[in-house]
């Protein structure tokens, strides 16, 4: 699926419906999405969108130097929300005592990882990706989505 954003709240409209769809699902896994662009394409503000979606009301913002937050969630088919920025990661090797892991099999969750590409290789099968590109017009975006 591809979607066309010409603004910042567009962006955030498009995590809150994705948002949704997610709660909908009553499975008990985790769902994993990744969330690939460069600065500035808008991953961080679908997450504010996302978020919105899920009945958050924190200030959302990308946890670039604690590398990951964690929300709770008030919905009994989806009990947590972690929002990993994987920017300064640099070796695989650094995510150990990030129990990251342990974190994507925690059941009812939901993980969104900005700059998914750094840790690829520990990412699970079944994550699902979305895609952010700037346009040739200023303030759009272009944002795929391939969730699994």
């Known amino acids: 699926m591809r979607f066309v954003s010409d603004s910042p709240a567009k962006t ?11 709660l909908k699902d009553r499975g008990g896994d985790s769902a994993i999405i990744a969330l690939r662009g460069n600065l500035g394409a808008g991953k961080t503000t679908f997450i504010q969108g996302f ?14 130097f604690i590398i990951f937050r964690h929300y709770r969630l008030r919905n009994r088919h989806r009990k947590h929300l972690f929002h990993v920025d994987a920017y300064r990661i640099k070796k695989i090797s650094e995510l150990g005592p990030l129990n990251l892991k342990e974190i994507f099999s925690i059941p009812k969750s939901i993980i969104l990882i900005e700059w998914p590409e750094k840790i ?3 990412l699970p099968q079944k994550t699902g990706w979305l895609e952010f590109r700037h346009s040739r017009k200023e303030n759009e975006r272009i944002i795929s989505i391939n969730v699994k």
């Open 12 to 22: 955030k409209q498009l995590g809150m419906l994705l948002a949704k769809e997610i």
């Open 51 to 64: 978020a919105r979606g899920l009945g958050l009301k924190n200030k959302i913002t990308s946890p670039t």
């Open 120 to 122: 690829k290789g520990a």
